[in-house]
Nanobody, 125 residues
Framework: QVQLVESGGGLVQAGGSLRLSCAAS????????MGWFRQAPGKEREFVAA????????SYADSVKGRFTISRDNAKNTVYLQMNSLKPEDTAVYYC??????????????????WGQGTQVTVSS
């Protein structure tokens, strides 16, 4: 079973930037889509961004499009989320996740089976 470990969260002022990282265990990282999701207090977990196993395709929630960038380094088994122009409404716990099957591109939270422990991002106004 894959282990996913996020890092890079913290407290930042509005307009600032953070870079999240997610390190995955195992040898199959390059066969899986990877996604970032977030959950704010009292809200459901929502999709943020996804990247195809090859890195050739990406998808973003409308709320972060143009501000966030997802990328991956398959040699390092790591996926990143660069977050710029942060807003207070970006405050949430951010999770990286992997879908149930390999070579499957999806942005639906229900399709993701393996999750990290999450990292807190807090944006002050």
């Amino acid at each position: 079973q894959v282990q996913l470990v996020e890092s890079g969260g913290g407290l930042v002022q509005a307009g600032g930037s953070l870079r999240l990282s997610c390190a995955a265990s195992g040898r199959t990282f390059s066969s899986y889509t990877m996604g970032w999701f977030r959950q704010a207090p009292g809200k459901e977990r929502e999709f943020v961004a996804a990247i195809r196993w090859s890195g050739g395709s990406t998808s973003y929630a409308d709320s972060v499009k143009g501000r966030f960038t997802i990328s991956r380094d398959n040699a390092k088994n790591t996926v990143y989320l660069q977050m710029n122009s942060l807003k207070p409404e970006d405050t949430a716990v951010y999770y990286c996740a992997r879908p149930k099957g390999s070579y499957y591109y999806t942005t639906s939270v229900a399709d993701y089976a393996s999750w990290g422990q999450g990292t807190q991002v807090t944006v002050s106004s």
